[in-house]
T-cell receptor, first 114, second 113 residues
């Protein structure tokens, strides 16, 4: 299985600032995704991180708010911009493994916005 | 649009009891993928199983078993002889494209000693 790491593991940020979350995978994967889990809620897909091209966003999420980079097949970043308390969530990186048979999630980044 | 419904919000059992978590996946697509994940108190999401819509064969892995019935769009998960370590939130998820999953609201399972 893929080993996924995220940095930071948690952070407390002030309203109006931005935070960049890093996701590193120990092997090359074709597909990487970013999900959000709001407090006490389920997971929601934010976007697909495409290597070498712009990310594909789901309904309700926009690039200006959640810019994503994916410079290679093992690394991606998600930025949460101009944060407000409503952005307080766990942000998870996810990868599809072995031809789509398994999908793994990173440990998550727990973000609190004051 | 897809929808995942987990009927039970919370389940409480005593150790060694069997417990079944229900999941119904609604989609107009004929080909789709279903998953179960475990989220223990530590917060990480643990992959348990993936099932394709064209494979209705039930699966057993140790104390875990899964029953998929395409006719009712149900993908139920049974833990046999539950243990305290099974206490967690369990998510059912489905999707028609690799990686793009719709999650249910989760079932909080508490196993008491």
């Amino acid at each position: 299985s893929a080993v996924i790491s995220q940095k930071p593991s948690r952070d407390i940020c002030q309203r109006g600032t931005s935070l960049t979350i890093q996701c590193q995978v120990d092997s090359q994967v074709t597909m990487m995704f970013w999900y959000r889990q709001q407090p006490g809620q389920s997971l929601t897909l934010i976007a697909t991180a495409n290597q070498g091209s712009e990310a594909t966003y789901e309904s309700g999420f926009v690039i200006d708010k959640f810019p994503i980079s994916r410079p290679n097949l093992t690394f991606s970043t998600l930025t949460v911009s101009n944060m407000s308390p409503e952005d307080s969530s766990i942000y998870l990186c996810s990868v599809v493994w072995t031809g789509g048979n398994e999908q793994f999630f990173g440990p998550g980044t727990r973000l609190t916005v004051l | 649009a897809q929808k995942v419904t987990q009927a039970q919000t919370e389940i409480s059992v005593v150790e060694k009891e069997d417990v079944t978590l229900d999941c119904v996946y609604e989609t107009r697509d004929t080909t789709y993928y279903l998953f179960w994940y475990k989220q223990p108190p530590s917060g990480e999401l643990v992959f348990l199983i993936r099932r394709n819509s064209f494979d209705e064969q039930n699966e057993i892995s140790g104390r875990y078993s899964w029953n998929f019935q395409k006719s009712t769009s149900s993908f139920n998960f049974t833990i046999t002889a539950s243990q305290v370590v099974d206490s967690a939130v369990y998510f059912c998820a489905g999707g028609t494209s690799y990686g793009k999953l719709t999650f249910g609201q989760g079932t909080i399972l508490t196993v008491h000693p």
